[in-house]
T-cell receptor, first 111, second 120 residues
Framework: SQKIEQNSEALNIQEGKTATLTCNYTNYSPAYLQWYRQDPGRGPVFLLLIRENEKEKRKERLKVTFDTTLKQSLFHITASQPADSATYRCALEQAGNMLTFGGGTRLMVKP | DAGVIQSPRHEVTEMGQEVTLRCKPISGHNSLFWYRQTMMRGLELLIYFNNNVPIDDSGMPEDRFSAKMPNASFSTLKIQPSEPRDSAVYFC??????????????????FGEGSWLTVV
């Protein structure tokens, strides 16, 4: 069966460190992989998209990698800040299909 | 742009009552999605419209749920009769679609702030 797995346990890190979140998937061949941020009581907000033929994408303090051999994406936030605390979700899109979201990982950045 | 607008933001209703959730997508977007979020099941896609036409409703839980999109700027999700297990946050989202390779086709989905439904 198809699965998108994100660590359901919260990730706690100290301000200034790099946060790394993992998204693993099985039985998918995604054409695109997206990362979203969701704050409590709010809807998910798009952060980054990476295509199947791209290895890495950066935007300011954010970096996403995509390894289609390992079936894994890593999401990095460098120089993390308390304001980065939120739930982060990966979402996969296979050609011809809708976005399917992972369960999300809650990030807590402590000052 | 005001973004995707949903109403009501919060609704508490009694079991058996009809619930109607409303959504105004971003102007110019031709794809509209209804998602449901619960602690147990996460974010699930219920139905997807493209150019006002329902394309995939395989995520709709049962016949008590129905969705319409009478025009490009308005959609409703109706639950009749409502049950306590329908309690969840319902998100509407919109996107542009390039059509052939998928409803999102690598385009960003923009979510509304959600409608928080509690059925007692």
């Amino acid at each position: 069966s198809q699965k998108i797995e994100q660590n359901s346990e919260a990730l706690n890190i100290q301000e200034g460190k790099t946060a790394t979140l993992t998204c693993n998937y099985t039985n998918y061949s995604p054409a695109y992989l997206q990362w979203y941020r969701q704050d409590p009581g709010r809807g998910p907000v798009f952060l980054l998209l990476i295509r199947e033929n791209e290895k890495e994408k950066r935007k300011e303090r954010l970096k996403v990698t995509f390894d289609t051999t390992l079936k894994q994406s890593l999401f990095h936030i460098t120089a993390s800040q308390p304001a980065d605390s939120a739930t982060y979700r990966c979402a996969l899109e296979q050609a011809g299909n809708m976005l399917t979201f992972g369960g999300g990982t809650r990030l807590m950045v402590k000052p | 742009d005001a973004g995707v607008i949903q109403s009501p933001r919060h609704e508490v209703t009694e079991m058996g009552q009809e619930v109607t959730l409303r959504c105004k997508p971003i102007s110019g977007h031709n794809s509209l999605f209804w998602y449901r979020q619960t602690m147990m099941r996460g974010l699930e896609l219920l139905i997807y419209f493209n150019n006002n036409v329902p394309i995939d409703d395989s995520g709709m839980p049962e016949d008590r749920f129905s969705a319409k999109m009478p025009n490009a700027s308005f959609s409703t999700l109706k639950i009749q009769p409502s049950e306590p297990r329908d309690s969840a946050v319902y998100f509407c989202a919109s996107s542009t679609s390039l059509g052939q390779s998928g409803p999102t086709s690598g385009n960003t989905i923009y979510f509304g702030e959600g409608s928080w439904l509690t059925v007692v």
